[in-house]
């Protein structure tokens, strides 16, 4: 398999990039007083004088859905911020909004398809694959071109992904309680709430079925042997010591053990 190549179409967009943020606001509230006059001339100040170079390098914004592995009908709406480290390796950090309040809700790991077949095979069933996301609209690049997404959409269909939530604010935490949960993307009609995309489809005022129909023309890579591993009910999860579910009786019974390493 050729290498996914994704750092070209990035790129491009952002030269023209302009909005497609700050309309989505945070499951919640958390506690704490809120910033006092010091704390916000501390922030203003190192916003000022200190370098970010991992931090300046987020230049791409994806927003799609993710649901908890071995639970298909636990679903939230997902906003990825993403820096390209190479031409097939991406990392995102993962927000539950697209406001300065939003919550960091964990972070994803995108290989091309030549990574991943490169992967042991008990690594291979914590990745899930982009085909349906992409094909269905789902996953969208919001506030760039439509050329420009539609080229995006092109190099990232091949890849895969790692996700790991850390914040389910979904269950209405305003902590980060519990363990790190493993996430999984939809791979066929039916499976995301029709709800939760035409909700997110009104904030973006774009249409997904628009979209399908716009990447009619994007090849459909065969996916990898090993991916999306819940399909053939084996959904690797950790275990919630503190009694926070997360919908596991639903959909797929999980196996809950550590991943292999």
């Known amino acids: 398999m050729r290498p996914s190549c994704v750092l070209g179409p990035i790129v491009t967009a952002l030269l023209v990039i302009g909005c497609g943020g ?14 006092g006059v010091k704390t916000r001339t ?14 300046e390098a987020i ?3 994806l927003d799609g859905f993710h649901f908890y592995n071995g639970a ?6 997902a906003h990825h911020y993403c820096s390209i480290l190479n031409e097939e390796l991406i990392q995102c950090v993962i927000y539950d909004g697209n406001v300065k309040e939003a919550k960091l809700m ?27 996301e992409v094909k269905s609209g789902q996953l969208i690049a ?49 499976q995301a709430d029709p709800d939760m995309v035409a909700a997110r489809d009104r904030r973006f005022d774009i249409t997904s079925a628009e979209k399908r129909k716009d990447r009619e023309s994007i090849p459909t890579p065969t996916i990898a042997k090993g991916a999306d591993g819940w ?24 196996k809950v053990t550590t991943p292999t390493k």
């Open 231 to 254: 399909q053939d009910g084996s959904a690797v999860q950790l275990s919630e010591p503190i009694g926070h579910a997360h919908g596991q009786a639903q959909g797929v019974s999980p």
């Open 42 to 55: 501390l922030e203003a100040g190192a916003a000022a004088l200190q370098d970010k170079p991992p931090i």
């Open 22 to 35: 700050s309309n989505t606001t945070s499951n919640v509230e958390s506690p704490g007083t809120k910033e």
């Open 59 to 61: 230049n791409a914004y």
């Open 142 to 190: 919001p506030g760039i071109p439509q050329v420009a997404e539609h080229e995006l959409m092109k190099k990232l269909i091949g890849t895969y992904g790692k996700t790991w939530h850390t914040w389910h604010t979904d269950l209405q935490n305003n902590l980060p309680l519990g363990t790190p949960q493993l996430m999984m993307g939809f791979t066929a009609d039916g």
């Open 106 to 132: 964990g972070v994803e790991y995108i290989v091309s398809g030549r990574l991943f077949e490169a992967l042991p095979d008990g690594e291979k069933g914590l990745w899930h694959s982009h085909v349906h």
């Open 72 to 77: 298909p009908r636990r679903q939230m709406e």
